[in-house]
């Protein structure tokens, strides 16, 4: 049978991406997940206390619009409940932004490398992609203002994967601008910002200012959740009721919501997280800058990218079989097969990938 399908759709391709079920080798379970960057400390001991105690929602359906979790969320981030969207993690909202507010040729200016899933789902829409390719954006600002047009779409992930960069909030405040007057959206990813120990560039605080700003959030990465789904973003209210009204309904499972209101009470989580974070982000770049085969990007977060003198793939192969995984970086847009990804675990753990890559 021959279906009538558009051509972006026929085109559409998933994104790759880490995790124990990216490879299509069977892994040991006992494998230590480095191509995953959510929180090594995992979720707060208060979310499993919420799950257990709250199994009797799993026959009822959820609230359809995660009113509670909103009320959450306002308190967490200072950001009115009505400026507040929630999705079935981060992934979802981004392709309903995509569907709301990209047209068919719509130009979409996305710095490269970074993560795939704009690319993508700005396609799926029809938007015609202008790349800049740079692995710190700080150094390419005025580059990337000169880029934006009338009625264009920027995304912009900070800090950035999976080049670990941070892009300043004064520079992120000029792309804002230049943007503004031209009646051009800016989709601000700040999914790991939370996990940056040494400054916040965050900016939240500036939503007030710039009807065009939109900003990704996710309870994945933060909170160590990337089991149940549950991402966020805030934005114009205008944004929010087009984004709330094409929404899938029942979205966001009631387990979710709950274990999620249940992280954002536990702030105490992300502090230790962001500690543990600053001492073994030293401790893995001093250490593998010390090995022949393998150059660190300075990071600011919970993962760093490695250039490599080996194949990126066998570097992953020989990994396996020391029951270690890492991200395989020759899919990313930019990169190619001298690229690995290392996400920041605990230090034993940490330890070990040091030593096998020493082996290598």
């Not at 507040?84 to 981060?90: E, F, L, Y």
């Not at 944004?239 to 992280?263: G, M």
Request: proline share 4%; glycine share 4%.
């Amino acid at each position: 049978m021959k279906f009538n399908l558009e051509k972006n759709i026929l085109n559409h391709t998933t994104v790759p991406h880490g995790g124990i079920y990216s490879t299509d080798m069977k892994l040991d379970p006992k494998i230590i997940d480095f191509s995953s960057n959510v929180n090594p400390l995992g979720f707060p001991h208060s979310v499993k206390n919420v799950i257990k105690k709250n199994t009797s929602l799993l026959s009822v359906y959820p609230d359809p619009n995660s009113s509670e979790l909103k009320d959450d969320l306002a308190k967490y981030t200072g950001i009115p409940k009505r400026q507040i969207i929630v999705g079935n993690g981060a992934t979802e909202i981004i392709y309903n932004f995509c569907k709301a507010f990209i047209r068919k040729n719509n130009r979409v200016i996305i710095p490269i490398p970074t993560f795939g899933e704009y690319e993508a789902a700005a396609l799926l829409q029809g938007g015609r992609i202008s790349y800049l390719k740079t692995m710190d954006l700080n150094e390419n600002i005025p580059k990337l203002q000169h880029m934006i047009s009338k009625n264009s779409c920027i995304f912009l992930c900070n800090p950035n994967n999976p080049t670990g960069s941070l892009v300043k909030r004064k520079n992120i405040l000029k792309i804002l601008e230049t943007a503004y007057d031209e009646s051009a959206l800016v989709f601000l990813d700040e999914c790991f910002i939370e996990l940056v120990p040494e400054s916040n560039e965050s900016l939240i605080l500036n939503l007030k200012e710039f009807a065009n700003l939109f900003i990704l959030k996710s309870l994945t990465k933060s909170y160590g959740l990337a089991g149940l789904r549950i991402g966020y973003g805030l934005g114009n209210k205008k944004i929010i009721d087009v984004l709330t009204r094409i929404k899938t309904p029942w979205n966001v499972n009631a387990l979710a919501q709950k274990a999620a209101s249940a992280a954002l009470s536990n702030k105490s989580h992300l502090y230790k997280t962001r500690k543990l974070i600053k001492n073994e982000l030293t401790f893995l770049t001093s250490s593998i800058s010390k090995i022949k085969n393998f150059t660190c990007y300075p990071s600011s977060t919970n993962f760093i990218l490695l250039k490599s003198k080996i194949n990126s793939k066998m570097v992953q192969k020989k990994l396996i079989k020391k029951k270690l995984l890492v991200r395989d970086c020759s899919t990313f847009r930019g990169l190619d097969n001298k690229f690995i990804r290392i996400a920041v675990r605990t230090h034993k753990e940490n330890v070990k990938l040091v030593k096998a890559l020493e082996e290598i």
